[in-house]
């Protein structure tokens, strides 16, 4: 599952020498295969269960408009 602010995608060896082999948050093991998220707003590789906490955290966090004819713009 995809957002627009994670790019979800199998860890490679290329991103695990190029980059990183740890989740930034937990500092979890990253392996060649695993699912992990590249997390756009923060520039930084994720493992699910940090994605996973963060979207909620995010989800959360937000605000819903419900006054009518209201509009962000």
């Known amino acids: ?4 602010c994670f790019i979800t ?5 290329e ?4 980059v990183t082999n740890m989740c ?5 093991e990253i392996k060649i295969g695993d ?7 923060e520039y930084r590789y994720l493992c699910k269960i940090c994605e996973e906490n963060i979207r909620i ?3 959360e966090n937000s605000e819903n408009v419900e006054e ?3 509009m962000l713009f």
Request: charged share 25%; with cysteine.
């Open 1 to 4: 599952m995809g957002s627009a």
């Open 9 to 13: 995608q199998k860890a490679t060896r």
């Open 15 to 18: 991103i695990l020498l190029g």
């Open 24 to 28: 930034a948050e937990c500092y979890s």
């Open 35 to 41: 699912i992990i998220h590249y997390d756009r707003i």
């Open 57 to 59: 955290e995010m989800n």
């Open 68 to 70: 009518e004819g209201a």
